[in-house]
């Protein structure tokens, strides 16, 4: 039987696997999981806690972790308990220091408390708020991967993207970014393999790419 290395594909904040639907990692070299958000324990529950929670779904050794977004600190967060091939990041950050100031601000005061999560729990009911054809494009995307709505998570994920502690940067790490990323500003990104024009939302839109550079950093 030949060996097929392991990926563990962790969707960013609120998403499901669906965001990975455009990845085209070949099937011979690569066995392909599938991880989904759980649900908090609590909204005290800590990031560590719940990454120690979420290796219960990986069951083979010498993985590699690939998360987007808030997916990507989470698989970070899991790596710290598993012995990882690699552990590869998307539209993320490595270190508290990458996260953008205005994140930061956010955190004085807890100002996170007060963020609108309603407007994703209930998204059908907002979106039809939505006026012109760019929007209403937008609003069709958002309704088909954000699939994670249970308020307590999502107040719980944002609270904990934007306290999370990571000073230094974990082995064996890739980090893939979007030079056009708007939430995790290139700008406070070091060491990253760029992907010109990537937005936040690059898993959609430049998956070939980075299927490329996925394939091209796992092989030896």
């Given at each position: 039987?030949?060996?097929?290395?392991?990926?563990?594909?962790?969707?960013?904040?609120?998403?499901?696997?669906?965001?990975?639907?455009?990845?085209?990692?070949?099937?011979?070299?690569?066995?392909?999981?599938?991880?989904?958000?759980?649900?908090?324990?609590?909204?005290?529950?800590?990031?560590?806690?719940?990454?120690?929670?979420?290796?219960?779904?990986?069951?083979?050794?010498?993985?590699?972790?690939?998360?987007?977004?808030?997916?990507?600190?989470?698989?970070?967060?899991?790596?710290?308990?598993?012995?990882?091939?690699?552990?590869?990041?998307?539209?993320?950050?490595k270190t508290t220091d990458e996260l953008p100031k205005r994140f930061k601000v956010a955190t004085f005061g807890n100002l996170y408390k007060i963020f609108p999560t309603k407007i994703i729990s209930h998204f059908e009911d907002f979106s039809r708020f939505f006026i012109g054809k760019t929007l209403q494009k937008r609003a069709l995307?958002?309704?088909?991967?954000?699939?994670?709505?249970?308020?307590?998570?999502?107040?719980?994920?944002?609270?904990?993207?934007?306290?999370?502690?990571?000073?230094?940067?974990?082995?064996?790490?890739?980090?893939?970014?979007?030079?056009?990323?708007?939430?995790?500003?290139?700008?406070?990104?070091?060491?990253?393999?760029?992907?010109?024009?990537?937005?936040?939302?690059?898993?959609?839109?430049?998956?070939?790419?980075?299927?490329?550079?996925?394939?091209?950093?796992?092989?030896?």
């Open positions: 039987m030949t060996y097929k290395i392991p990926i563990y594909l962790m969707p960013g904040l609120a998403a499901g696997p669906e965001i990975f639907e455009n990845l085209s990692l070949s099937k011979e070299k690569y066995e392909i999981h599938y991880l989904k958000w759980k649900k908090p324990l609590d909204l005290e529950e800590t990031i560590s806690n719940y990454a120690m929670r979420m290796c219960e779904e990986v069951k083979k050794e010498n993985p590699v972790l690939v998360g987007v977004s808030f997916g990507g600190i989470l698989v970070q967060e899991m790596s710290k308990f598993l012995h990882c091939k690699k552990v590869i990041i998307i539209s993320s950050v995307i958002y309704k088909k991967y954000l699939s994670e709505r249970n308020e307590t998570y999502l107040k719980w994920a944002i609270k904990n993207v934007l306290k999370w502690q990571q000073q230094e940067i974990i082995e064996n790490l890739i980090h893939i970014h979007g030079v056009e990323d708007k939430i995790f500003p290139i700008n406070n990104i070091k060491n990253a393999i760029e992907i010109e024009n990537g937005t936040h939302i690059m898993i959609l839109n430049k998956a070939k790419k980075i299927s490329e550079i996925i394939d091209k950093s796992l092989t030896f």
